[in-house]
């Protein structure tokens, strides 16, 4: 098992969790676009926020390698529909946000399997091997969604870019490690994307810009002071890799499932 930090690692969890995490620290302004608009609301959104946070991560303590593969889905899901609403298309709703999904995370792990199984082992307490025989299975369907997404995009040509994106994250995730291949998609195209959304709509939408900037500051810091707090716990007991690993991945787990709710179910709907 790897036990060292490399510069790499360093580097790709100083993205993840400086750049990366916090993207979802605008959850309070996504909130109050969706209708949580007085203290009253306000208060029900964060305790309903955080009470998921809290049953993802028993959940995960417990089930770790089910709870492994529902974020796997989770964010296969959540990665897709935010590639997908970059298009500003109505068509091909499912096909590009399964293509989407399926070559971030498989990509990643295809081209990295033992690196990426390495990682799992950590966030499973050595369980994952006992399906790794069965990861063809989604190496194939990503295959053909790629096939199909090539196929469609000759009749719609917005997709085209999307072509060389997916080129693009195939050549990055071929050349690097999961962790930097990981890092580089979840902060420079997910979180950018994500927020180049849902900025503009927040601008057209809000009128108390101050709450959006006090309650985005508030969360980042609360997630940045958090995160920083368990990983000194947990290294007491773990190396300090092993210990970032968990808090990053479980963390976001932790976070994708709200998240989640909030964007893809209830947010999507009104700001398409």
């Known amino acids: 098992m790897i036990t060292d930090l490399t510069i790499l690692n360093i580097i790709s969890f100083l993205l993840i969790f400086f750049i990366g995490l ?23 959104f964060l305790i309903y926020y955080i009470s998921l946070f809290f049953i993802v991560i028993v959940f995960w303590l417990y089930f770790p390698i089910v709870a492994l593969l529902i974020f796997i889905m989770m964010t296969i899901a959540h990665f897709g529909l935010c590639d997908w609403t970059n298009f500003r298309i109505k068509k091909y709703k499912y096909p590009v946000s399964f293509t989407y999904g399926m070559t971030i995370i498989f990509g990643i792990i295809f081209f990295n399997e033992h690196q ?14 006992l399906i790794q025989k069965y990861f063809y299975i989604p190496y194939f369907l990503t295959l053909i969604s790629i096939i199909y997404f090539i196929y469609i995009s000759i009749f719609e040509k917005k997709l085209r870019k999307g072509l060389v994106e997916i080129s693009f994250l195939l050549f990055i995730f071929y050349f690097f490690d999961p962790l930097l291949s ?8 997910h979180t950018y994307k994500h927020l180049k959304h849902l900025i503009k709509n927040i601008y057209l939408n809000l009128k108390n810009k101050k709450f959006v900037i006090y ?25 300090l890799y092993e210990s970032i690993l968990k808090v990053i991945f479980i963390g976001l787990a932790a976070l994708t499932l709200p998240h989640m709710l909030l964007v893809d179910i209830v947010y999507r709907k009104r700001f398409k």
């Open 215 to 239: 309650s985005t500051l508030i969360f980042t810091v609360i997630s940045w002071v958090g995160g920083l707090g368990i990983v000194y716990y947990l290294v007491q007991n773990l190396s």
């Open 182 to 189: 990981f890092a580089i998609y979840f902060c420079f195209f």
């Open 22 to 44: 916090p993207h979802g620290s605008f959850d309070g302004a996504v909130a109050s676009l969706v209708g949580f608009n007085n203290r009253i609301q306000f208060l029900q």
């Open 116 to 129: 990426s199984f390495l990682i799992f082992e950590y966030l499973t307490n050595d369980k994952i091997y």
